[in-house]
C-alpha cells in the first residue's frame, strides 16, 4: 500500500486503528446529463446535471491530532496534495471556523475514484472529511449547513454528501433528488488527468460566437433514468462537456470505439473527463466490456460498478 504524508505540515502520520476515529465512505459519480450554459459573470457555468452516484468509493478517517494532517494510501495516491490544499483539510478548516474550534484532526484518505478523473474524487473526499470530522468532534451540524459548507468547498461537493441520483442547478451545486432505477457501468480510467477549468475554458471556446441555449434537464432522460431501462437511458446519455475534453484528449475517441465494439450499450465522458463510462446490460456483460477494453490498451484500468450509490456514510466502527 502506498501511504504518503504532509511535507511541513505532518506532525501525525498514524493510521487510524479500530475504534480510534470516524470513517466515513463517499462513492464518485458519473453525470448522465450535463447540459452546459453560457459563462457567467463568475467564471462559472449554470447547469442541468443529473448527478449519479456509482459504487466506487473513497473512505476518509478522522482521528484526534494536535494539528490538521493528511495522508492518502491507494494505487493514485502520489497524484493527491497533502497540504492545505487538499478538500478533506478545507473541509475540515471551514467546519473548524464555523464551529470556532481548532482545525485538530488527521485525515487519511483510502484513494479508490480516480484523480483528475471528471468523477469528483476531490469532492468526495471533501463531503466524507466534513461528515468525519462533525461526528469525531461531536457538532451535530444541521444537514442544510452541512451542504452550505459543501456548496463553499466546490460545485460537486453537495452531491458527494447526498448521493443517489439528483439533479443539479445552479453552478451544480442546487440539488433535487429524482427517481433512478439500478443501472451497471465500466468506467475507464484513462492515463493522466484533465484539469475542470481547463475543460470548461475549452468549452467556452469551442462554443465563441454560438447562442449556447439556458440549460435544462431532459425529460424523457429523467424517465429512463426513473424506469431503470438501460436502452432508454442508452439513448439519452448527454454530456455537453464530451467535445471540450475530445478536443484536449483526442485519445478517447479510440477508448470510446473500443466500448462501443465490445458491446457497451452508450460511452461517454464522465463529467470534465478523461474517464469514459460504459452503461451496460448486466454484470455479465459488465464483466466482458471491462476485459475487452483492457485488452484495447485504449485505458489505464477498468472499474465495474452499479448505480444508484448511497452517498457520504459513517462507517459504523
Ligand atoms: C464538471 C463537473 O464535475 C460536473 O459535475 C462539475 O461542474 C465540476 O465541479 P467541481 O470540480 O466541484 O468545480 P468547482 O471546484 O466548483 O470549480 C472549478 C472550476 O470549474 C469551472 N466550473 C465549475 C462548475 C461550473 N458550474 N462552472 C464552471 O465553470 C470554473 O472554472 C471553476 O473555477
Ligand atoms: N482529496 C483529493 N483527492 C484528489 N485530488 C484532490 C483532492 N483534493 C484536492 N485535489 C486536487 O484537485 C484536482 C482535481 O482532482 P479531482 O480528483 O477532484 O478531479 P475530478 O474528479 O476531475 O473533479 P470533478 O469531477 O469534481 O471536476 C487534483 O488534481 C488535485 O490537485
Do not use: Y
Amino acid at each position: 500500500m502506498n501511504a504518503r504524508t504532509t511535507g511541513a505540515d505532518v506532525t501525525d502520520t498514524r493510521t487510524a486503528g479500530p475504534g480510534a476515529g470516524v470513517t466515513v465512505r463517499v462513492p464518485a459519480k458519473v453525470n448522465v446529463q450535463l447540459a452546459v450554459g453560457a459563462a457567467r459573470p463568475d467564471g462559472f457555468h449554470d447547469l442541468a446535471s443529473v448527478f449519479l452516484a456509482v459504487s466506487l468509493f473513497d473512505e476518509v478517517t478522522a482521528t484526534p491530532a494536535d494539528a490538521l494532517t493528511v495522508t492518502c494510501s491507494g494505487p493514485d495516491a502520489d497524484q493527491v496534495p497533502l497540504d492545505r490544499t487538499n478538500l478533506a483539510a478545507r473541509a475540515a478548516e471551514v467546519l473548524a471556523a464555523r464551529a470556532g474550534i481548532s482545525p485538530d484532526v488527521h485525515l487519511h484518505i483510502a484513494k479508490n475514484i480516480p484523480v483528475a478523473g471528471g468523477m469528483a474524487g476531490g469532492s468526495a473526499d471533501g463531503a466524507a472529511a466534513l461528515l468525519a470530522c462533525d461526528a469525531l468532534w461531536g457538532l451535530d451540524t444541521p444537514r442544510e449547513d452541512l451542504l452550505a459548507l459543501c456548496a463553499e468547498l466546490g460545485s460537486d461537493v453537495p452531491f458527494s454528501l447526498v448521493g443517489g441520483a439528483a439533479l443539479g442547478t445552479g453552478r451544480g451545486e442546487l440539488l433535487t433528488p429524482v427517481e433512478a432505477g439500478t443501472f451497471h457501468w465500466v468506467f475507464a480510467v484513462a492515463h493522466g488527468g484533465l484539469s475542470t477549468p481547463s475543460v470548461f475554458r475549452e468549452f467556452d471556446r469551442l462554443t465563441e460566437g454560438v447562442d449556447v441555449p439556458v440549460p435544462q434537464a431532459s425529460p424523457v432522460l429523467l424517465a429512463a433514468l426513473a424506469s431503470g431501462d438501460p436502452d432508454a437511458l442508452a439513448a439519452a446519455l448527454a454530456n455537453d462537456l464530451q467535445p471540450a475534453a475530445l478536443s484536449l484528449r483526442p485519445q478517447l475517441a479510440a477508448t470510446l470505439a473500443a466500448g462501443a465494439d465490445a458491446g457497451a450499450l452508450a460511452g461517454l465522458v464522465s463529467g470534465s473527463g478523461p474517464t469514459t463510462a460504459f452503461l451496460v446490460r448486466d454484470p455479465e456483460s459488465a464483466q466482458k466490456v471491462a476485459a475487452a477494453l483492457e485488452a484495447s490498451g485504449t485505458c489505464r484500468a477498468t472499474r465495474i460498478t452499479a448505480s444508484p450509490a448511497p452517498g457520504a456514510t459513517v462507517v459504523p466502527a
